[in-house]
């Protein structure tokens, strides 16, 4: 499995951002794909996931209501819309993939086995 994501850049604050990750190498039938997001000297933390096979996705209280997940099948690719961003939205942001998904697992960075390099996302007040 591979992930590749982009988008990332620096906006100003109340601004948006759409994010994107390629996934190649599997059908994703079954998986998680979820965004994740580490900030400078901070642990990385969970955004926003989703299941391939729908329709389930969730969001961590901190996004919720300015992000949106989404995936395109056919491009096998995942969104991560990012509106009304904020300074404390800044970190550089992960996607990864986890196999035999279950609701419980979707929001917990430990259980995601595929990672792709991070895209950063710099908010300026």
């Known amino acids: 499995v591979q992930l590749q994501a982009s988008g990332g850049g620096a906006v100003q604050a109340g601004e948006s951002l759409r994010l994107s990750c390629a996934a190649s190498?599997?059908?994703?039938?079954?998986?998680?794909l979820g965004w994740f997001r580490q900030a400078p000297g901070k642990e990385r933390e969970f955004v926003a996931a989703?299941?391939?096979?729908?329709?389930?996705?969730i969001y961590s209280d901190s996004v919720k209501g300015r992000f949106t997940i989404s995936r395109d099948k056919a491009k096998s690719t995942v969104y991560l819309q990012m509106n009304s961003l904020e300074p404390e939205d800044t970190a550089v942001y992960y996607c990864?993939?986890?196999?035999?998904?279950?609701?419980?697992?979707?929001?917990?960075?430990?259980?995601?086995?595929?990672w792709g390099k991070g895209t950063k996302v710099t908010v300026l007040q």
């Open positions: 989703l299941k391939w096979s729908g329709p389930t996705t």
């Open positions: 190498g599997s059908t994703f039938v079954g998986y998680g």
């Open positions: 990864a993939a986890k196999p035999r998904v279950i609701n419980s697992s979707l929001g917990v960075p430990s259980l995601y086995p595929y």
